[in-house]
């Protein structure tokens, strides 16, 4: 089966040179764990970093059965902090080839071992609340919201009062930079 390397770039121009030197690098991950089908690297460009030197980011994201693996690191120039993060991710493999191969010395894997450790969790009768938060919904359009999530930072969603649909509703954020849109019905 052929390796699948996938890169994205967000808010930079992907050149052809980063990207050959980004799948060269990243198909070599295949020489440390051979169960890997799949390689994502995202490379992003953050202009509201607190500092220069944070500003280009270098995410991976390593799939194969039963596993994923993910490593994310910024530096002030793309090739560096992809570097890092390859780096990282090589360490994250070990970790886990370790893990996942290491035997007990009587054949049983870590898994097996560590059920036998872990006593059964009680059963709570209710769920545990943590932490309430209140907050001000405002009256907005679909479009409005998306600006919202953007502007204050939420990657995952985003609470809103539509008038155009008169309920609460709820935007979030999808794969691939696209988003999705959660209507509540009473039934």
Known sequence: MALKVETLARNMRLTENVQEYVEKKATRLNRYLQEIEEIRVELSHVKAARSATDRQVAQITVRGKGFVLRTEERADDIHTAF???LDKMRRQIDRYKGKHYRGRGDGRSAADVAATLIPEPTVRKEPLIVRRKKFEVLPMTE????????????DSFFIFFNPEANSLQVMYRRRHGTYGLIEPVVG
Not at 143 to 154: D, F, S, T, V
């Open 83 to 85: 570097d890092t993060a």
């Open 143 to 154: 479009q409005e919201a998306i600006m919202q999530m953007r502007y204050l930072g939420h």
